[in-house]
């Protein structure tokens, strides 16, 4: 059983930062693979970016791909994902996820979810 908990949202303008944070509870969050996902208001959830469970493989979004960074301190049970030159268009909840596989991308692949955490981009 893992928990996650999502924290970092927050209202940044267009071209800004934030670092997002999930914590897990648990002490095997090294065996797990961790991956973000965002969703927007009237659209499905969507892949953002996945870690394997050693942090040295790491699959992103075209869209996010050269502005997003995904990370994870195992030490801390803890994943990130560092987000640059933000856009209005990446205004969405983002969630947290992790699965014993490899390094799922798809939302039915994950077992464990957080509750979610707002990003707004503003223009």
């Known amino acids: 059983q893992v928990q996650l908990v999502e924290s970092g949202g927050g209202l940044v303008q267009a071209g800004g930062s934030l670092r997002l944070s999930c914590a897990a509870s648990?002490?095997?969050?090294?065996?797990?693979?961790m991956g973000w996902f965002r969703q927007a208001p009237g659209k499905e959830r969507e892949f953002v970016a996945a870690i394997d469970w050693s942090g040295g493989r790491t699959e992103y979004a075209y869209s996010v791909k050269g502005r997003f960074t995904i990370s994870r301190d195992n030490a801390k049970n803890t994943v990130y994902l560092q987000m640059n030159s933000l856009q209005p268009e990446d205004t969405a909840v983002y969630y947290c996820?992790?699965?014993?596989?490899?390094?799922?991308?798809?939302?039915?692949?994950?077992?464990?979810w957080g509750q979610g955490t707002q990003v707004t981009v503003s223009s």
């Open positions: 648990g002490r095997t969050f090294s065996s797990y693979a």
């Open positions: 996820a992790a699965d014993l596989a490899t390094m799922p991308t798809k939302t039915y692949q994950y077992q464990y």
